[in-house]
């Protein structure tokens, strides 16, 4: 998984951001507070040592300052402080920072100067400890964050790796909190569709099974008719379809049978991609026997296949048969190109019941009861998804419809 799209990270990000935030919003909330103090101990200081000793002065009356607070008036004011303009500022005169107000009275200007104000050092401690408390307030947040997101993530986790391993029994069951209920309906979920999985494994196995003995019995019957009317073409002809036909669905319930196995339990081989599609053209020319249609295998570059070899040749037959069935007249071609598996053909194309169950969309109402309702291309499609291999539908240069069996890498070589 992603970092950036882990839910720890995501959980840990929003403590931060929250944390930021909070931070940000009581540190303008102190930065007002600190300077309304600075205003009240500092500012509000000099104006009330100037209207008690500016009226002194004018009085001629000793003006004595507590340490630290100087008053100067006229032409006794510091030469460094006399083109300040009135009110309160902070100036630094020889490296020294000095608090002053000037002001005027009737006698002239005046300043008063607070030569060793600690506040400064006061707003650097203060400022200090906002900046410390922030970093911390940070960490604390990273840290809860982190924590609450392993309390959050780690039951997940291990409830998809359970479903993921194809666990018996799910943990968190029991928890009475959102993760016991998410996992007692995934387990309940499972449940079913591992019943409806088995029934449909075990029926089309037991079905498979059931037909084989008397399709057997029919191609075998159906081959000594055969070698007993070689010379009646008249009864020869239906013996051999009784065969050909007992022969495919033999062929259908041995692929039932396959895909009713998981892949890992099939044996897999490897196979040259020119061969079986020659072999599958070659296998279906007595549907276009007599017929205004060719079925033809037109090369390509071939390529190597791993997979079950029973598969792989009905989902090119079953297409090669379609095409067949439901061209007219035409061309039927069979071709190799960039690892897929290509069968083109000159027909009117799919039927709209027969597109709609190809992409899996609900069947128009309209189309209901058509013919061709693209039962041996779900076939195909089942036969795909189970070896990892994709069918393309589209259509062919100069009309008709064009089928596409791509395999993956994994499972092509040159």
């Not at 209207?51 to 300052?65: D, F, H, I, K, N």
């Not at 008719?225 to 065969?243: C, G, K, S, V």
């Not at 249609?293 to 037109?298: E, G, I, W």
Request: net charge negative; with cysteine.
């Amino acid at each position: 998984m992603n970092k950036a799209e882990s839910m720890r990270r995501r959980i840990s990000v929003a403590y931060l951001k929250f944390a930021a935030v909070a931070t940000l919003f009581f540190a303008v909330i102190a930065a007002v507070a600190v300077e309304g103090i600075e205003v009240r101990l500092v500012d509000e200081r000099l104006e009330e040592v100037a209207s008690w000793a500016s009226p002194r002065y004018a009085g001629r009356l000793p003006v004595e300052m507590p340490a630290g607070i100087s008053f100067h008036h006229g032409e006794g004011i510091p030469r460094s402080l006399r083109a300040l303009p009135d009110g309160v500022q902070e100036v630094t005169v020889d490296g020294v920072d000095l608090h002053v107000l000037k002001g005027r009275d009737s006698l002239g200007p005046f300043v008063v100067v607070d030569h060793d104000s600690d506040y400064e050092q006061i707003e650097l401690v203060v400022y200090s400890m906002f900046g410390v408390a922030f970093l911390g307030f940070l960490a604390c947040s990273l840290m809860l964050g982190r924590y609450v997101g392993n309390q959050v993530v780690n039951p997940i986790v291990e409830l998809a790796e359970a479903v993921d391993g194809r666990a018996a029994q799910l943990p968190l069951q029991e928890r009475a909190d959102e993760l016991g209920l998410l996992a007692r309906t995934i387990a309940g979920h499972t449940g079913e569709l591992r019943q409806v999985l088995d029934r449909e494994r075990f029926f089309t196995g037991d079905v498979s099974h059931e037909l084989r003995t008397p399709l057997t019995v029919i191609a075998g019957a159906a081959e000594v008719l055969m070698a007993q009317t070689e010379r009646e073409p008249a009864l020869y002809a239906p013996a051999e379809r009784i065969y050909r036909a007992a022969r495919e669905a033999t062929d259908v319930t041995s692929m039932l049978l396959r895909l009713a196995r998981a892949p890992a339990q099939l044996e897999w081989a490897h196979m040259s991609a020119a061969a079986l599609a020659h072999a599958e053209v070659a296998r279906y020319q007595s549907l276009v026997t007599g017929r205004p249609l060719a079925l033809r295998y037109v090369g390509g570059d071939d390529f190597a296949i791993d997979g079950v070899r029973e598969l792989v040749l009905a989902a090119i037959g079953n297409l090669v048969r379609n095409a067949c069935q439901y061209t007219e007249a035409g061309v039927v071609e069979v071709s190799l190109a960039g690892r897929a598996v290509i069968v083109e053909d000159t027909g009117p194309g799919l039927p709209p019941a027969a597109r709609a169950r190809l992409h899996n969309e609900p069947i128009p109402a309209d189309a209901r009861g058509s013919s061709g309702t693209g039962l041996g291309l779900g076939l195909v499609q089942r036969i795909c998804a189970h070896l990892g291999a994709t069918l393309v539908l589209g259509s062919r240069a100069g009309g008709g419809t064009r089928f596409e069996i791509h395999f993956p890498d994994g499972l092509t070589r040159p």
